[in-house]
């Protein structure tokens, strides 16, 4: 890339987010990976946006399964076979609801992304897709919960040789837009950060 005015002392190399990383603009059901996170509801009893379509897409057993696991504070995962999809499993985390960003909602966000991972690495799996949790119907502001889910996933696997993959899927190209920009901004802070 080329820095026009800038002293080649001073020109930041770009070195990329971890090369694992993945940002696809598409349907999250229809990828055949080892889990797709869903972003479900503390009830994990299904619902609209992409709980809606995972559900559809995997069939009745997954809300069965769904029913024995009592539930999931906002946070935290739980795992499940994929059944009918594509991907062998389902990661179902719980998004925060944005309140105005004074009620803990970046932490929690960011325990949604780190616990998701972690929950891969202890199946042995080694690629995982990700939505754009809680930027829909839970109205956390994208470009915010962007940042968050990138610097997230990058920071776990700074610490993790396992897991091959990380896809982020986005399903509109205002997220794929808002993702490709966020992480192409981080990679400049990651090399800064680095120089210093
Ligand atoms: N593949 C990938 N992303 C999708 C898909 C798909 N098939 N469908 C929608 N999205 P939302 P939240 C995107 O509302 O904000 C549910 O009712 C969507 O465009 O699904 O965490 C749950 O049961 C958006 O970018 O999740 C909860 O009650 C992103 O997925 C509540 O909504 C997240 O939007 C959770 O709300």
Not at 73 to 79: D, V, Y
Not at 121 to 145: K, M, N
Request: charged share 20%; net charge positive.
């Amino acid at each position: 890339m080329h820095f026009p005015g800038r002293s080649p002392a001073l020109r930041p190399h770009l070195i990329p987010m971890d090369p694992r990383i993945e940002i696809q603009q598409g349907d999250i059901t229809r990828l055949q990976v080892d889990a797709i996170v869903n972003a479900a509801n503390r009830t994990l009893l299904g619902g609209g946006g992409v709980d809606g379509a995972i559900h559809r897409a995997a069939g009745p057993r997954l809300l069965l399964k769904c029913a024995t696991l009592g539930g999931c504070p906002t946070g935290e995962a739980r795992i499940t076979r994929g059944y009918r999809l594509p991907a062998r499993y389902v990661i179902h985390t719980v998004g925060p609801v944005w309140r105005g960003g004074q009620h803990n909602e970046d932490v929690l966000l960011a325990a949604c992304y780190r616990n998701s991972l972690t929950l891969a690495v202890q199946h042995q799996l080694l690629s995982i897709a990700f939505p754009s949790i809680s930027t829909g119907a839970y109205r956390f502001p994208l470009e915010r919960a962007t940042r968050i889910a990138l610097r997230t996933t990058n920071d776990f696997l700074a610490t993790n040789s396992s897991l091959q993959r990380v896809i982020f899927v986005c399903y509109d190209s205002r997220t794929y837009e808002t993702y490709r920009r966020i992480a192409a901004l981080l990679s400049e802070e990651i090399s800064e950060n680095r120089d210093q």
